[in-house]
C-alpha cells in the first residue's frame, strides 16, 4: 500500500511541475467556457433549452466543468501505452509490486496534478467574475469533493483500461480516437447532461461517463440531493469496481501472452 | 549447488510478414501473415551460486530473452526454468524481491525526478527494515561515488552517471542474484571501470551471482570465468574463458617488418591480411599448413626486421564463433 501511494504522489510531483501547460489550459478552457455559456444562453432566451435545468445552473455547470475538463480523459494512459510500445514495461516487472496497482496509482498522480493545477485558478476567476455560484450547502461541498475523489479514481481506470485495451489490438489507439469524443459528450463537457433528451438520459445515467464530471458538478450545486445522490455515488463506486476489475483482469491475461518490444 | 537451471527453455515470438511499401501496407490489410520466429529455442544450461558469468551472443541471438524469462517478465513456451528453486514467471513478485536487473538500454530511474526519490520509492516497494537500507545504501553510494549525482533530476545526468545510478537501483535491496543486460554499452573508461569494479566486488565479497550480457569483450576477460555463447537461441559454447579463446586454435596472425617488401609465398591456409613496403600481415590457418613453414618461408624472402606469432583477438574468436554456424 505504502509503496503505491508514494509512486502516486511521485508521479503527481513530477507533472506539477508542467506550470506553462497549466496556463495554456486555463486559458483555453477560458474562451470555450466563454463560448459554450453564450451558446446556451443564445438557447434559454429563444425557450430552445429543455426545462431541465435553470438558467444560472447551466452556467455553473458550464464553468465547473472547464475547471474540472482534466478529470476526463483525453486519451489513453501516455506513461503505459509508451511503456508498452518502447519494452519499458520490462522494467515495471522488475519490481516486487502489483502492476495493475503500479500503474493505477501513477495514473491518478498524473490526472489529480493538471487537474488541480487548472481547477483552483479557474474556479477563482469564476467567483472573481461572478459567473459561478459557491456551492449551495456545506454538505453539498463535501459531497462535491467525494464524488470528485471518485471521479479521479475512475478516469485513471478508465485511462488505464484504454492503454490496455490499445495493447491489445496491436499498439494502436484506434479505439481511443473513436472513444473520446463519446466519452466527452457522455461525461457532460459538450452539452450539460440534464439537457439531453430524457430517452438519451436513462441512458447515459447507466453508462460509467457521468461519473467523471456530471456528477460531482450537480453535487456541487445541489441538483443531486437526497436519494439521487446516494445514487449518483453508488454509480460511480459501482463503475469504479467494474472498470478496475476490468483492468486487471486485462493485466493478468496480458501478462501471460506478453512480448517486450525493442530488445 | 545450481541456482539457475533452465531446461530445454523455449520462447516464440509471432512476427508480423509485411512486404513494405504501399503493396505490403495494403495487403496486410486483408490478410495480414505472421511468422513464427524461435527466439530461445531449446536451451539448457545450469549456474551455480556465486558465478559470474559472460552471456555473449551477436545482436538478437535472444539473450535479452533468456533474461527475461529468468527475471519472470516473460513466460516460457516450452521447457522450464527454476531460479533459487523459484518458477520465475509463476512467482514473478517473490522471484523479483530477490533478484536484482539491469537493461543498459532502457532506464529504471525516474526521468523528472531526483535520483534520490527513486531510492526512497524502491525502499517503500521492498519493505526491508530501516537499518539494513541504510547501511545498503550508503555503501553502494560510495563503491558508485554517486553521491554527488543523488540530488539531481535523472534527465540531468549523463550516461555514465546514469548507469552508476541504475546499478545502485538494482542493487539497493542486496539480491543474491543480478541480472545485467548490456551495463556497460556506450560508457566511457571510466564509468566502465566503476561499474566492472562494483560487479567484482559483488561477486567476491558478497557472493551475488552475476548473469552479464555484454559485447564489451574486456568486461568479459576483466571478470568472467566462464561464458555461455549463444546464437540463433541455441548455445554455441558453455564453458571456461580458456575454451572461448581455444575455439581460434588453429588460426595465428603473423606480423612481419622487412627493410623491403617481399613476396609471399602462396600457400593453402594462408591470407594476407595487410601489406604495404615493409610491413605485412598474414592469417595462417595451421590446419593446412605449417606455422614453422610459414615462418621459414617469411625468413628467407627479405632481410627482418621484426616478426611476431600471436593467437587471434577472442574478439575475433567470438566474432567466427558467431558467423561459423547458420
Known sequence: ?????????????????????????????????????????ACYALGVAAPGMSRTAAMDYIWLGQAFLRLVPMRPDEDLA??????????????????????????????????????VPLILLCFALGVLRPPQTLGCALACLDMLVLALLVSAAIRVALALIGDWSGGSNALAILGMPVIWMLAGIVLPLPLFPPQVQQLVAILPFRALLDSPLRAWSGDLHGSALGWAMLHQVVWLAVLVGFGRLLTRRGLTRLTIQGG | ??????????????????????????????????STVRAVDDLSFSIASGELIGFLGPNGAGKSTVIKLLAGILVPDGGSCSVSGRDPSRDRRAHVD?????????????????????????????????????????????????????????RQLSLGERMRCELA?????RPELLFLDEPTIGLDAPAKLAVRDCLQRLNRERGVTILLTTHDLDDVEALCRRVLVINHGRLLLDGGLERLRAGGGHSRLVRLETRARVEVV????????????????????TRLVAIAEVVRDLLGAGEVIDLAVMPPSIEEVVASLYLARP
Open chain 2, 1 to 34: 549447488m545450481s541456482q539457475i537451471v533452465a531446461s530445454a527453455l523455449v520462447k516464440t515470438y509471432r512476427r508480423r510478414v509485411n512486404a513494405g511499401g504501399w503493396r505490403g501496407a495494403l495487403g496486410g490489410l486483408i490478410a495480414s501473415q505472421t
Open chain 2, 169 to 173: 537501483a538494482a542493487l539497493m535491496h
Open chain 2, 266 to 285: 602462396d600457400r593453402p591456409g594462408l591470407e594476407v591480411l595487410a601489406q604495404e613496403a615493409g610491413a605485412l600481415q598474414l592469417r595462417v590457418d
Open chain 2, 98 to 154: 530477490a533478484i536484482g536487473v539491469v537493461f543498459g538500454q532502457r532506464s529504471q530511474l525516474w526521468f523528472d525526478l531526483p535520483v534520490a526519490d527513486t531510492f526512497e520509492l524502491l525502499r517503500s516497494i521492498y519493505r526491508r527494515d530501516a537499518a539494513t537500507w541504510r547501511a545498503s545504501r550508503d555503501e553502494l553510494i560510495e563503491i558508485l561515488g554517486i553521491a554527488p549525482y543523488l540530488g539531481r533530476p535523472v
Open chain 1, 82 to 119: 509508451d511503456a508498452m510500445r518502447t519494452g519499458a514495461l520490462a522494467n515495471d516487472l522488475c519490481r516486487p509490486v502489483d502492476a495493475y496497482w503500479w500503474w493505477w496509482s501513477r495514473a491518478i498522480g498524473r490526472v489529480a496534478a493538471p487537474t488541480l493545477l487548472r481547477c
Open chain 1, 1 to 41: 500500500m505504502g509503496a503505491y501511494w508514494l509512486h502516486c504522489t511521485l508521479c503527481f510531483r513530477a507533472a506539477l511541475s508542467q506550470r506553462a501547460a497549466a496556463v495554456a489550459g486555463i486559458l483555453t478552457q477560458l474562451a470555450f467556457g466563454e463560448l459554450r455559456v453564450q451558446v446556451l444562453m
